[in-house]
T-cell receptor, first 114, second 113 residues
Framework: DTGVSQNPRHKITKRGQNVTFRCDPISEHNRLYWYRQTLGQGPEFLTYFQNEAQLEKSRLLSDRFSAERPKGSFSTLEIQRTEQGDSAMYLC????????????FGPGTRLTVT | AQSVAQPEDQVKVAEGNPLTVKCTYSVSGNPYLFWYVQYPNRGLQFLLK??????LVKGSYGFEAEFNKSQTSFHLKKPSALVSDSALYFC???????????FGKGTRLHILP
């Protein structure tokens, strides 16, 4: 399967713990995006990369959130000191560069903070 | 600022009937417009997009959408609904000067057998 993959698919953690999610994009895509989706809402943009460069971060992305794409391939999203409000589905997408290209989404990582 | 509105939380249609899922948008410039579908426990799947040219865009699974610049709308349509079309549908917009996509809240489509 050459689609976007995300791991883990589900994560349950206690408040205050750190969590890290991984996204492997489609190999020929150099753009990679992170979104957060809560129940009843559409995906909300968090950040995106072109190759290894992080080009934009949303104001939704607090200081507890950090994303990396060290070699321009896979990406990680880390949340430090998790809070219950962080419970959501975290989606990763990839695309070719340029605004006319559609994004291809992974299955998401569902985070539950207890 | 860009925004997308999907005025209906739910749409119910009998199988075999035509369906329409509404979307209106607001951007400062000319838009790129997208429709995605989300099935339970799966990521979003791309259906179709409007970039330029013909206002009627055809996409996957028999879906099409009509771009109307004067009404700033991009409604999703299908001539004959299938029960398997039941899912959550998202409209999305991207300003040509921007790299991020803004999604609507989604419309849940129920196709009744």
């Amino acid at each position: 399967d050459t689609g976007v993959s995300q791991n883990p698919r589900h994560k349950i953690t206690k408040r205050g713990q750190n969590v890290t999610f991984r996204c492997d994009p489609i190999s020929e895509h150099n753009r990679l995006y992170w979104y957060r989706q809560t129940l009843g809402q559409g995906p909300e943009f968090l950040t995106y990369f072109q190759n290894e460069a992080q080009l934009e971060k949303s104001r939704l992305l607090s200081d507890r959130f950090s994303a990396e794409r060290p070699k321009g391939s896979f990406s990680t999203l880390e949340i430090q000191r998790t809070e219950q409000g962080d419970s959501a589905m975290y989606l990763c997408a990839s695309s070719y560069p340029g605004p006319s290209y559609e994004q291809y989404f992974g299955p998401g990582t569902r985070l539950t903070v207890t | 600022a860009q925004s997308v509105a999907q005025p209906e939380d739910q749409v119910k249609v009998a199988e075999g009937n035509p369906l329409t899922v509404k979307c209106t948008y607001s951007v400062s410039g000319n838009p790129y417009l997208f429709w995605y579908v989300q099935y339970p426990n799966r990521g979003l799947q791309f259906l179709l997009k409007y970039i330029t040219g013909d206002n009627l865009v055809k996409g996957s699974y028999g879906f099409e959408a009509e771009f109307n610049k004067s009404q700033t709308s991009f409604h999703l349509k299908k001539p004959s609904a299938l029960v398997s079309d039941s899912a959550l549908y998202f409209c999305a917009v991207r300003d040509r000067g921007d790299d991020k996509i803004i999604f609507g809240k989604g419309t849940r489509l129920h196709i009744l057998p």
